[in-house]
């Protein structure tokens, strides 16, 4: 229950190596932080004894708790690994191949005389045919044979799947077909997950939705399993608080919702830590941000304006379409690891990643590929000790690497190669930052840039300077945001209509579709336990010109003429045009959200002057500087820096460039600006 | 005879030292050219308004230096000179900003454009008054009057039939666009609205490439710009060239297919190929000559193949999955001469009909393909060209009311399989996506009864060839009169190296019924009515290697997949399968004896494709 009475919130983040937890008392605004080595085998043990530790630490019982919350990469890693369970597709007859034809292209940027077709989730040869039929007006052409669906499940049961997609023809418009295959597997297949198109993407376009049923299949056992593990242990632990997932949109949900539909927790993990920059962004009074959270193999970018984050319906995970409500952001393949080569003397930095192992070079695991970390290294970003000492950096390794790999063939000095190196990955990165600014008719200029992710925030500076941002904020603990972004997060759920023929606006049609919509909201809340004073929600119309192939999200207006009046400005504002043609509604939606209380921000307490923990020499362009290093940990609110500085702490490392200077935040952030006079 | 031998202002490398470009800087300048084509091709889609554009993705762009050198192009081995044809009008020094430039006049482009539904728009760049760049925006457009609707049918015996032609024009003269021309184009089509809400997204996504890379010359400088598009040339120049090398031994290399008919009772029309490697002065010298392709067709099917597409073609293949290198003008500059015959089928003289040029334009490519393995490289079999079904006519609205519609639905085929793969399943061409079941029914009067593969199509072989598509139809309109393009029935798609053909298309209505009739494979004038059942079957890719030499694993799953019969799996493959399992002892027994193989493969094992 969502109550304010006793609220007291753990929020838990699994990564690779440490499960990281953070407790809040959302009275007090105290928060408890800690960390416990992950357990792979079974991530279930390091959620409890994380939990436990945190208790013990703020000296309160299990019973106290009143929400769990978890980010889970259970769902992304089995799609992108492809190791989901063995899945079934049920389909009308004579459409098994959907999925082998897909939308029968070769990718608008791939060379048709090499590229394979990725291999599906699931083959044609476990695709079972029924006999039914439903037209787009949702009119039953051929009634559905329940005989053809006894002999499809013998067939189901032969092939010994654990899950089964059902996607019938036009679902979206008639959902009966599919709701009484699912009845029907279900009662023969008692052991084996069955899910609908229904259930989780009533839309039109049969590849993408079957897709994504045949996904959120594929992770519905494991899911299932692990939640269950999770619910288990919690409760033989004394806890009764709900436990609440993060979903790819930025909303926790309860669990209860994502047994039915996880694949909505497709992109949990980056979705968790756009909220907690958001959180952190809002406490020092920034609403508008562009975050980016750079790993080791990738880069997430996200554009949040006046504090709202964006959303999309057109988002892809791996090889695949998934149109689900998720974060907008763009996900490039540079990070940390990405891997820099020469090749017919061109340098090439990514997509290719040398992972966790062996990783860099400089790490020395045995990686004997020039990585982004390893140019870092070579141009002493890096203290040489990283995880506060715990792990001892191979300069030796990582200059050889970019000496042998990058500066040799290219005839280049060590240094020239590691910035060639940085300025490339820099390049990838600001790229996207443009996909969603400049390309979403937002000026970057306008925006602060928010740095995270274990590399981040080595990046920062560059980053901004690139794209003549002038104000950088670093968060408190740039490598583990989830857990910030679970504490903030709020419940959230999206209802949607899609008219089974687009049509002009009949205000009144959509106004008595709305209120069923909001009908679907409010049971939702009941469901979740969500009190009436902080439930919201919100109508946006998806809208376009008669005709067009893409739709704009437009708040729904008090009349007609208001709603046409603002599609047709943000129309002029994306594509710089305007039609005379009809305005089109194509899908209605509800926006539900049960809004967290706002946890207040532990607030550091003043410091004039922390005393620098040592010098390390930087190669800039102009030479070598030696430049200060202070540990995070010393810093006091009011503290003034001024680049060239390197900020070193637990999970990552800040560089403050020549030209920017900085103040320590009450918050923890720092936040940085670009000194007048410095070329952009 | 047609001699091109001077394949653009940037043919030869510009001196390494001289480079002002340095390679990170190269690297940089390329991402954000990508970038901004990326942008302008998803503004198209997402504005267009015809489902031409906006769900099949008919659209490209490209971006050319300072001379109209292609030196960003899309990855379709399609495009010739663009700039060209608009520079021969309007000298490039008498260019402003703010101008744009149109034409589809394929005859007057010289085949840069090869039929008249594609709609080319071309926009300088400038820095400090100084022209820096060319950014284009092409896409096919529904329909632009002609014969019928669509625009291209097999029934055209001359270019006047198929629609509009605009000749190079300006556009937009320094910000004032011409009305009257824009009014005059969109008169001429059957679905105004459609023509006018594209060349809308059209222009809007070439204003949008020129402010991006007004804002890439401002960042990086003209020179540095200017720098790095010649060396993105030079270096897949120098690459084409190095890998034609390897394949192509000194002295001449010939290679010749067959496109099957016209439509008018002719064919079937002979694609002759030789390419001559020689040395002159001591350098290579690469000569591409098609002077012995058959005569022109009376019907549409003549191809005016601009010299830049065998260059560009044979510059994808080598490039590969590089993704380090561009697809641009530096393939066409690594052929020192292309040679084409006026008069012959790929370079027809006006006013010889075009609009069924894609068969042609496919089969170029399998015979591009054909040429490098007979010389040994290692070229994908062949593909069949992809599958057009034009439906027009009249329906019955949800009012009542009797609406015309036009429906141009594009069907994939199987492509060649590779030395390395197998042929890809059911794919149109690149970029160009297929209309959902659940999109068509909502917007046509038609009902699919099946959308599938076509089992046994890929032609068998180590590597199986891709399959083809089945599509089957039930016509809810009131009636409508049907145009459809199938080639490589007569001349399948030949297997290689052991590999067989692939399987050959074919269109019935009312299958197995009483009235059940099979259509012309390349035909118009067909006439359905409403409860018809249309069956459209394409063809698959040529198999390549012994197909005995497919683990049995993999032709288990075929057969499993519905890709390969249980028949065909012991007939091309020898793998015995029983209740859905390889029977081994009989699979080896099937196997032992080993039938024998020759070079290549079409309906049997031949020495050479003639």
């Not at chain 1, 092939?159 to 709701?179: G, I, S, T, Y």
């Not at chain 1, 919690?234 to 997932?245: C, D, I, Q, R």
């Not at chain 2, 101008?99 to 728009?121: K, T």
């Amino acid at each position: 229950m969502l109550s304010p009475k006793s609220p007291l919130s753990v929020a838990v983040d699994i990564g690779g190596t440490f499960t990281d937890i953070a407790l809040l008392d959302r009275t007090t605004g105290q928060v408890w932080r800690t960390k416990t080595p992950s357990t792979p085998a079974d991530p279930s043990k390091a959620f409890l004894t994380g939990i436990n530790l945190a208790l013990s630490m703020a000296d309160r019982s299990a019973g106290a708790l009143t929400q769990v919350l978890h980010g889970t990469t259970v769902a992304t890693n089995m799609i992108l690994e492809g190791k989901g369970a063995p899945t079934a597709l049920v389909t009308t007859r004579g459409f098994r191949h959907v999925l082998a034809i897909g939308r029968q292209d070769i990718p608008r940027k791939a060379n048709l005389y090499t590229w394979i077709k990725p291999k599906r989730p699931v083959p044609p040869s476990r695709i079972v045919e029924i006999d039914e039929r439903i037209d787009p007006g949702g009119i039953v052409r051929l009634s559905l044979d329940e005989k053809s669906v006894a002999e499809a499940a013998e067939a189901l049961r032969a092939m010994q799947v654990k899950a089964v997609a059902v996607c019938l023809l036009h679902a979206f418009a008639n959902p009966a077909h599919e709701r009484r295959v699912v009845a029907i597997l279900r009662e023969a297949l008692p052991d084996v997950a069955v899910t609908s198109s229904t259930d989780i993407l009533p839309v039109v376009r049969e590849y993408e939705r079957s897709l994504t049923t045949v996904l959120n299949a594929t992770v519905m056992p494991g899911v299932t399993t692990y939640i269950g593990r999770l619910e288990q242990r919690l409760k033989t632990k004394g806890v009764e608080a709900p436990l609440l997932l993060m979903q790819s949109n930025g909303g926790v949900a309860g669990s209860s919702t994502i047994r039915q539909a996880p694949a909505l927790t497709a992109l949990s993990g980056p979705a968790a830590g756009v909220v907690g920059a958001r959180a952190i962004a809002a406490a020092c009074g920034i609403r508008d941000l562009i975050t980016v959270d750079i790993g080791g193999t990738s880069a997430d970018i996200c554009l949040i304006k006046d504090g709202r984050i964006g959303l999309t319906q057109s988002g892809r995970i791996g090889d695949w379409p998934l149109p689900l409500p998720m974060v907008d952001m763009v996900t490039i393949g540079a990070g940390g690891g990405s891997i820099a080569d020469v090749a017919d003397s061109t340098l090439t930095v990514g997509p290719r990643s040398a992972g966790a192992r062996p990783g860099p070079a400089a790490y020395g695991h045995g990686g004997d590929l020039a990585t982004v970390t390893d140019a870092h290294v070579v141009l002493g970003h890096l203290p040489d000790r990283l995880l506060d000492g715990g792990m001892a950096l191979d300069v030796a390794a990582a200059r050889g690497v970019v000496a042998d790999r990058v500066a040799e063939p290219l005839g280049l000095s060590v240094e020239a190669a590691a910035r060639g190196i940085l300025a490339i990955v820099d390049n990838h990165m600001v790229g996207a930052v443009r996909v969603v600014s400049v390309e979403r008719g937002h000026d970057p200029r306008d925006f602060t840039l928010v740095p995270f992710g274990g590399a981040g925030p080595l990046h920062g500076c560059a980053l901004a300077t690139l794209l003549g941002i002038s104000r950088i904020m670093i968060p408190p603990a740039p490598g583990v945001l989830c857990a910030d972004g679970l504490l903030a997060a709020d419940l959230k759920a999206e209802f949607n209509r899609t008219l089974p023929k687009a049509g002009l606006i009949d205000f009144d049609v959509a106004n008595g579709i709305f209120a069923e919509l909001e009908a679907e909201a409010g049971s939702w809340f009941e469901a979740e336990g969500v009190l009436p004073e902080v439930r919201l929600s919100n109508r946006v119309a998806l809208l376009r010109y008669h005709g067009q192939g893409g739709e704009l999200a437009v708040a729904w207006g008090g009349t007609k003429e208001e709603t046409e009046a603002a599609f047709a400005s943000q129309h002029l504002a994306l594509y710089g045009f305007t039609l005379d043609s009809p305005v089109e509604l194509i899908t209605l939606r509800v926006e539900a959200t049960g809004r967290t209380a706002k946890q207040p921000v532990t607030m550091l307490s003043e410091r004039a002057a922390a005393p620098t923990a040592g010098y390390k020499t930087v190669q800039f362009e102009m030479g070598g500087v030696d430049v200060p290093v202070f540990d995070r940990k010393q810093l006091g609110a009011g503290q003034k820096l001024a680049g060239p500085v390197i900020l070193t702490q637990l999970d990552t490392t800040t560089l403050v460039l020549p030209g920017w200077s900085g103040v320590v935040h009450p918050s923890g952030a720092i936040l940085l600006t670009r000194d007048a006079g410095v070329p952009q | 005879m047609l001699r091109s031998t001077d394949p653009g202002p940037s043919q030869f490398d510009p001196s390494e030292s001289a480079n002002v470009c340095d390679p990170v800087t190269l690297e940089i300048v390329r991402g954000a050219i990508g970038a901004a084509q990326a942008e302008m091709e998803a503004l198209l889609e997402r504005t267009a308004i015809s489902a031409f554009i906006r769900e099949k993705k008919d659209f490209y762009t490209a971006l050319f230096d300072r001379d109209g050198v292609m030196a960003v192009g899309s990855m379709v081995p399609i495009f010739g000179d663009i700039t060209g044809p608009v520079f021969a009008e309007f000298s490039p020094d008498s260019m402003r900003p703010g101008d744009l430039y149109w034409y589809n006049d394929c005859y007057g482009s010289r085949g840069a454009v090869s039929h008249s539904n594609d709609q080319v728009l071309l926009a300088p760049v400038f820095k400090d008054g100084k022209r820096q760049a060319f950014v284009m925006s092409w896409a096919h457009f529904a329909d632009i009057g002609g014969i019928r609707p669509g625009s291209i049918s097999p029934d055209a015996t001359e270019i006047f039939q198929e629609g509009i032609i605009v000749p190079p024009t300006k556009l937009i003269d320094a910000g004032q666009t011409n009305e009257a021309a824009l009014a005059i184009f969109h008169r001429n089509s059957r679905f105004p609205e459609q023509s006018l809400g594209d060349m809308r997204a059209l222009m809007a996504s070439v204003e949008l490439g020129v402010k991006r890379v007004t804002e890439i010359l401002d960042r990086f400088g003209a020179d540095v710009v200017a720098d790095a598009l010649a060396q993105l040339l030079s270096r897949t120049r120098r690459l084409v060239r190095s890998r034609l090398a390897e394949t192509f031994p000194y002295g001449t290399h010939c290679f010749t297919d067959a496109i099957d008919s016209d439509g008018h009772g002719n064919g079937p029309f002979k694609i002759r190929f030789a390419l001559t490697r020689e040395k002159a002065n001591g350098h290579d010298r690469f000569i591409f000559d098609a002077t012995e392709t058959d005569d022109q067709a009376p019907g549409p099917v003549n191809f005016l193949m601009n010299p830049g597409v065998p260059g560009m073609a044979l510059g994808l293949y080598y490039l590969g999955g590089d993704t380090s290198q561009v697809c641009n003008a530096g393939g066409p500059q690594a052929l020192d001469e292309v040679r084409l015959r006026e008069g012959s089928l790929l370079w027809p003289r006006f006013p010889a009909p075009l609009g069924m040029r894609g068969l042609t334009m496919m089969r170029t490519l399998a015979a591009l393909n054909g040429l490098v393995n007979v010389a040994g490289g290692g070229a994908p079999a062949a593909h069949s060209a992809y599958v057009i079904a034009i439906m027009r006519g009249t329906f019955i609205n949800d009012s009542g009311v009797r609406e015309r519609f036009l429906l141009a639905d594009g069907i994939g085929v199987g492509y060649g399989a590779r030395p390395f793969a197998d042929g890809i399943d059911a794919v149109y061409f690149v970029a160009q996506e297929n209309y959902p079941v659940e999109f068509l029914e909502v917007g046509y009067p038609v009902r699919l009864r099946e959308y599938g593969v076509v089992r046994d199509s890929g032609g068998p072989g180590r590597f199986r060839g891709g399959c083809g598509i089945v599509r089957e139809y039930e016509i809810l309109a009131e009636e409508l009169v049907l145009a459809i393009r199938i080639d490589s029935v007569q001349n399948p798609p030949w297997g290689i190296a052991g590999g067989m053909s692939g399987g050959v298309g074919r269109v019935t209505v009312n299958p197995g019924a009483a009235d059940e009739r099979v259509l012309a494979p390349l035909s118009d004038g067909n006439r359905l009515q409403r409860g018809d059942v249309l069956r459209i079957e394409t063809g698959g890719g040529g198999g390549h290697g012994h197909p005995f030499d497919r683990p049995d694993a993999a032709v288990l799953e075929d057969v499993l997949g519905g890709f390969v019969s249980y028949e065909a799996a012991e007939r091309h493959y020898g793998v015995v399968i029983l209740n859905g399992v390889v029977d081994h002892a009989a699979t080896r027994d099937r196997r032992a004896p080993r039938f024998p193989v020759l070079a290549f493969h079409r309906r049997e094992y031949v020495d050479a494709i003639t």
